[in-house]
């Protein structure tokens, strides 16, 4: 994944994980969703936004990195 120099809002998060929802378990949308409740900070929405960022178009095998990457973030927020 390259890295990106533009910081994006909680709500460009949002969006992205609503645009992505039909290609994500409902676990992790929903896991993801109260996430982004508790007002993250800005590496984490950054990162978030990126694993999300053409989720339905990569391999199932991505997908899948993808969603470690995304579980071992929530869980290392609580």
Do not use: W
């Amino acid at each position: 994944m390259s890295t990106c120099n533009v910081d994006h809002t909680n709500q460009e998060v949002f969006d992205k994980l609503q645009s992505q929802q039909e290609f994500l378990t409902s676990s992790l949308f929903e896991q993801i969703s109260l996430y982004l409740q508790s007002n993250p900070g800005q590496d984490d929405l950054n990162a978030l936004f990126h694993l999300l960022k053409k989720y339905d178009l990569i391999s199932s095998e991505e997908q899948e990195i993808r969603n470690r990457s995304m579980i071992e973030l929530l869980s290392s927020q609580q």
